[in-house]
């Protein structure tokens, strides 16, 4: 909910600047809340754990767009798609490091006892949730598979 109004504060300041990359930015991820708000139902609001879900999952569908056009030497369309991402990520809380994810996963593998990569899954499930917005899915998933193996 906090987000929802800073983002369209900002989205304002940016019309007013004529910051296009910023504006552009700003309205794909109102355009995200708008339509996650639409298929919980009429008059519902999104919590701060939704609208940072909404938040990462636009940062990374724009580094990996970025990632495709850099490797079709569409370095143009690469560059204006992590301004994009650098944008939207300035809304994210601060990322933990390796280190903390590291302790993070070793307390969990301790809590739940998990032995193996068999036992990823509960991990995955208790870590992620744990660290929701605060790192990247995929950097989760390498400390647990490097612990676990």
Do not use: W
């Not at 919590?47 to 490797?71: G, P």
């Not at 499930?125 to 660290?131: A, E, F, P, R």
Request: charged share 30%; with cysteine.
């Amino acid at each position: 909910m906090i987000l929802t109004k800073q983002i369209a504060s900002d989205l304002m300041s940016a019309m007013k600047n004529k910051e296009t990359h910023k504006l552009e930015a700003l309205r794909a991820v109102k355009t995200a809340f708008i339509l996650a708000k639409a298929n919980i139902g009429a008059g519902a609001e999104l919590s701060d754990d939704e609208e940072l879900k909404i938040i990462q999952k636009l940062v990374k569908q724009r580094k990996d767009s970025a990632a495709e056009y850099a490797a079709q030497n569409r370095s143009d369309l690469a560059d204006k798609e992590l301004q994009e991402a650098d944008v939207i990520a300035a809304y994210l809380p601060k990322q933990m490091s390796i280190e903390e994810i590291t302790a993070a996963v070793n307390a969990c593998i301790t809590q739940t006892g998990a032995q193996g990569m068999k036992d990823m899954g509960k991990v995955m499930g208790i870590v992620s949730k744990q660290l929701a917005g605060k790192a990247d899915g995929k950097v989760i998933s390498d400390v647990v598979k490097q612990l676990l193996a």
